[in-house]
């Protein structure tokens, strides 16, 4: 034994140092900028400016770090899963009148196709905000706040979007800079770019495909309602008239139109009328119709302000309808109706948080105090806890309520419309539901709130959304929420960096473009990549009782005497899935049907894992709690199935009700599933 260890010490002593190419910050730095993976940025002038320092005045130039569309999009391409998942959304034929994505819809139905294997076009959606990079409270705050732009590729699936490998930076500045300049010299940066590529695109050989073109196109942009404005040319004040970027609407015409129908929307030649007055008016004048300002993106050949059909859902309802009316309700249900006391809320909160499994992470904060009405929640919550506060507060009030009470069906009204507006497909039909469902609602909150409460811009967002769900697909795909996840990222790296002296440079760079080097190398843009904790072998015929072992042998293809791995948890993407969990798994005579998870198992030495669930009864939809009531069903009975296979990939929540049948189970769900 010690002659082996001396013959290692030896040997190792001989090796020259492994990680000497390495031994450095900047050797690290230089290695991975000369990887062929790695997308370096460049800097690119803003304008020019004169400074004086010491007495003495110089010139500085202002940059801001852009990063080529192109070349991360061939970074990207030379990835044989990415080119796979690619393809598998080009022969995704959904069925007829089903609104699915983006190229379902009618504004890009035929624009963008995969079906010339010498041909790529790639769909992009563009997405600006603002950013603080260091604690608001200090001094010089603002000084070193930053513009975020960040691109995602359309012809992935939405859910594969969220991801933050999937959502790829184009450009990093500071704000001030932008005050001064404009976005004037990033978008002819882009423009230019996205000309070439609409266009000529670029040649490459790609795995799976072989030698293509690519060509790229700018499809639309999704910020949330201020930077939305800004970015587009538009007023960015939303207490006066012209505020809305699709159509002509007042602040006085807002509180009586509850259907698109009410405005007049803008178009193309309206728009060039409106930049015609703006630029032949001798008086100095703000707007025209609400257009502050012509918008470069125009320059792009597939792309125009006024046809860009997208509103973010997540601002819209989540941080501002949906606090504004929940504070509404509860305030008429506890300081008027008093169905129950604020403790009793804020109890009964707590106490149905420790009951379920899921969004068990988006619990929110204890209630301070009940403002009146149009005052909206205190304390502010995030978006995701807005969300999870209205799905649930049902199930969690509801027993305490009347049913005829016009209050708490405002609440169930807004579920509805939350749940619709989150839903991953829709159909004509369901469109045209959600209009009547819009103008229903709109027209409810003015008859119990009018007199306190006037509908805000955001309310009358809501009239654009069927339209833009029918021209540009699920609103879930336009959502912010992924994008302002992303700026965590940068958050984190300011707070370890904390050196400001050029932080757009640094965070572009030196963390970001490192960080996406190490998103390609793991493959970390993949979305189907399930990861497990603990497992344990045993034989089929002891993962359950003999029925099971029936199933499991005819679905595996096994012996009762094989092994298979067992797992009660696992991760896919970055969604926890766990024993206990109910699934949607199919839909018979307009009915859903959920199982229960029981466990996760996969055959020894293969990659796909099945799910093990036993069927509930579902006794149907309980209206007042916004739920579906379910049972186990006697006999047992199982299904196996692979993820693929689940109608929805997003575990239902499950809760009881005390004063309910105990055997009896209540689900809710995440949005509307047909």
């Not at 049902?394 to 305490?400: K, N, Q, T, Y």
């Not at 979305?527 to 002891?542: A, E, L, Y």
Request: net charge neutral; aromatic share 12%.
């Amino acid at each position: 034994m010690q002659q082996f260890v001396n013959s290692v010490d030896n040997g190792m002593k001989a090796l020259p140092d492994p990680f000497g190419f390495i031994s450095s910050k900047y050797k690290l730095d230089s290695y991975f900028s000369c990887h062929e993976s790695f997308v370096s940025p460049q800097s690119v002038n803003f304008g020019m400016r004169f400074e004086t320092v010491y007495g003495k005045t110089k010139a500085v130039y202002d940059t801001f770090e852009y990063v080529s569309v192109q070349n991360t999009l061939k970074v990207l391409l030379s990835n044989e899963q990415y080119i796979r998942c690619l393809l598998q959304m080009q022969n995704v034929n959904t069925k007829q009148n089903i609104i699915g994505h983006l190229f379902d819809a009618e504004h890009h139905r035929s624009t963008y196709t995969m079906s010339n294997p010498q041909a790529i076009s790639i769909a992009l959606q563009l997405f600006y905000d603002g950013m603080g990079t260091v604690n608001p409270l200090r001094g010089h705050g603002t000084m070193y706040n930053v513009g975020v732009f960040y691109y995602v590729v359309k012809n992935l699936p939405d859910a594969w979007n969220t991801c933050f490998a999937n959502v790829h930076l184009l450009c990093l500045c500071y704000s001030h800079d932008i005050k001064v300049h404009g976005f004037g010299p990033i978008f002819e940066k882009f423009a230019c770019e996205m000309s070439q590529l609409s266009s000529t695109g670029f040649r490459g050989v790609f795995p799976i495909i072989g030698e293509a073109t690519v060509y790229v196109n700018l499809c639309q942009v999704a910020c949330d309602n201020l930077a939305l404005n800004s970015l587009l040319g538009f007023v960015e004040s939303f207490s006066g008239d012209f505020c809305c970027t699709m159509c002509y609407a007042t602040r006085s015409s807002m509180q009586d139109g509850f259907v698109e129908e009410c405005f007049v929307m803008r178009s193309r030649v309206e728009y060039d009328k409106d930049i015609g007055k703006l630029n032949s008016t001798k008086e100095s004048v703000c707007h025209v119709h609400g257009v502050k300002r012509y918008c470069e993106l125009n320059n792009i050949e597939s792309f125009h302000v006024t046809e860009n059909y997208s509103l973010d859902i997540m601002h819209i309802f989540l941080e501002g309808i949906v606090p504004l009316e929940i504070g509404c309700v509860l305030f008429n249900l506890v300081c008027a109706q008093k169905y129950f006391t604020f403790d009793e809320l804020n109890a009964q909160v707590t106490d149905f948080w420790g009951m379920i499994s899921v969004d068990r992470k988006n619990k929110p904060p204890h209630i301070n105090r009940l403002m009146p009405p149009g005052a909206g929640l205190n304390p502010s919550m995030k978006a995701t806890q807005s969300w999870a506060l209205l799905k649930y507060l049902p199930g969690i009030i509801g027993d305490r309520v009347p049913v005829d009470d016009k209050t708490y069906r405002l609440l169930l009204h807004l579920s509805e419309l939350v749940d619709l507006a989150f839903a991953p497909r829709f159909t004509v039909g369901l469109v045209a539901y959600m209009k009547e469902c819009i103008k229903d609602h709109l027209t409810m909150f003015v008859e119990l709130f009018g007199n306190a409460v006037s509908l805000k811009p955001k309310h009358h967002l809501l009239v654009h959304l069927p339209t833009i769900i029918l021209k540009s697909g699920p609103l879930v795909g336009m959502s912010c929420l992924k994008y302002e996840l992303k700026n965590s990222f940068f958050r984190r790296s300011c707070h370890v960096v904390c050196n400001f002296s050029n932080i757009c440079k640094t965070l572009v760079a030196y963390r970001h473009q490192h960080y996406a080097l190490y998103s390609i190398l793991s493959n970390s843009h993949e979305r189907d990549c399930i990861i497990v904790g603990k497992t344990s072998c045993m034989s089929v015929s002891s993962v359950l009782h003999g029925s099971v072992t029936d199933l499991l042998c005819g679905s595996l293809q096994l012996d009762p005497q094989d092994e298979v791995v067992v797992a009660d948890r696992l991760t896919r993407g970055t969604m926890e899935c766990r024993k206990g969990h109910y699934y949607v798994v199919d839909i018979v005579n307009d009915e859903l049907l959920f199982g229960e998870v029981d466990c996760f198992v996969c055959r020894r030495k293969s990659a796909t894992w099945h799910i093990l669930l036993h069927m509930s009864e579902t006794i149907g939809r309980v209206a007042h709690l916004h739920s579906y009531a379910v049972r186990a069903k006697i006999p047992l009975t199982y299904h196996l199935l692979t993820f693929s296979e689940l109608l929805d990939y997003h575990p239902v929540c499950s809760y009881r009700n005390h004063r309910q049948n105990n055997d009896v189970k209540f689900l809710r769900l995440p949005y509307f599933i047909f």
